[in-house]
């Protein structure tokens, strides 16, 4: 790799992971989802890096791609379980980083099992492994705690503007010839739920996070407010939130973007059978001392 691309993974990173923890920190029952949206978005932008997609706080069952409505009044409760999922760039080169808080003792060794997981996995981030491996030892280090690890939730490949490069990494064995490779980019994210749950997601209707697929015209004042936004982000995804117009106006330019395969959206990912979910990631640099971008002293 490039040591100037080295160098904005690096500060992507350290912004993700600061941005990260600021968000867990500020993440209390009887706060506003919106609220810890937006100033982790603006800490972001003022430690100069760029929002690589939109905070994600994905609460109980729902594993990811929940974020905040433009007048959301969602408040944090004190049972619930709350992942934060954090990206950052610099000139393209992401930093996806995650970590759980609930204040519930219910959840912390659910929490717990994601953590170990994916510090498991991390050592083996060296050139050389197969990928398989590490699929392996999330799935086993999230079994013998107790728990099951999500089958259709995947790491994956980090790349410039593409946040979901190859490889795909399971968090539940599989065969494979993939190797890493020195230098490679990649965010590993362990899900885990209780035996209660199937191990699974599905999608919902609800959808809050689109991304531009291709620019085609559209004369719907709406939808061209939509495609604005969508143009700024480089094949990034964003949230409706950032969008200025609102209401039923938005929401048929919105049906317009869609039908006409302009936007794709991100369904809301739920635990098939309702159960509680915690996740743990770290974007991580392939070397024979894996260089773990997202870290900090907390996390
Ligand atoms: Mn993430
Ligand atoms: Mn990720």
Do not use: M
């Given at each position: 790799m490039d040591q100037e691309v080295k160098e904005k993974y690096m500060k992507a990173g350290k912004i993700a992971g600061e941005?990260?923890?600021?968000?867990?920190?500020?993440a209390k029952p009887g706060k506003k989802i919106l609220d810890i949206v937006e100033a982790v978005e603006s800490l972001i932008k003022a430690?100069?890096?760029?929002?690589?997609?939109?905070?994600?706080?994905?609460?109980?069952?729902?594993?990811?791609?929940?974020?905040?409505d433009k007048n959301d009044e969602r408040v944090l409760g004190e049972n619930d379980i709350v992942k934060i999922d954090i990206g950052t760039h610099i000139d393209g080169y992401i930093g996806d980083t995650a970590r759980t808080v609930a204040w519930s003792e219910d959840y912390q060794e659910l929490i717990k099992s994601t953590k170990q997981a994916l510090e498991e996995a991390i050592k083996l981030c060296t050139p050389g492994t197969n990928?398989?491996?590490?699929?392996?030892?999330?799935?086993?280090?999230?079994?013998?705690?107790?728990?099951?690890?999500?089958?259709?939730?995947?790491?994956h490949g980090l790349d410039k503007f593409n946040l979901h490069a190859e490889p795909t990494?399971?968090?539940?064995?599989?065969?494979?010839?993939?190797?890493?490779?020195e230098?490679?980019?990649i965010a590993i994210e362990p899900f885990a739920t209780t035996n209660e749950g199937a191990g699974l997601i599905k999608e919902s209707v609800e959808k809050k996070i689109f991304m531009m697929l291709y620019d085609k015209p559209v004369r719907n004042q709406h939808a061209r407010q939509?495609?604005?936004?969508?143009?700024?982000?480089?094949?990034?995804?964003?949230?409706?939130?950032w969008v200025p117009s609102s209401g039923i106006g938005l929401r048929i330019g919105l049906k317009e973007l869609l039908d006409k395969n302009i936007l794709y959206d991100y369904p809301i990912l739920k635990e098939i059978k309702g159960a509680p979910v915690a996740q743990s990631e770290h974007s991580i640099i392939v070397a024979d001392k894996p260089i773990i971008t997202t870290k900090t002293e907390k996390f």
């Open positions: 941005a990260r923890d600021y968000a867990a920190e500020i430690k100069g890096a760029e929002i690589a997609f939109p905070i994600n706080i994905s609460i109980n069952d729902i594993a990811a791609h929940d974020t905040a990928l398989g491996e590490i699929s392996s030892v999330i799935e086993k280090t999230i079994k013998e705690a107790g728990f099951k690890p999500i089958a259709n939730l995947t790491g990494i399971p968090n539940v064995s599989f065969k494979t010839s993939y190797t890493l490779q230098g490679q980019a939509i495609l604005r936004i969508a143009k700024t982000r480089n094949g990034l995804p964003f949230p409706l939130r």
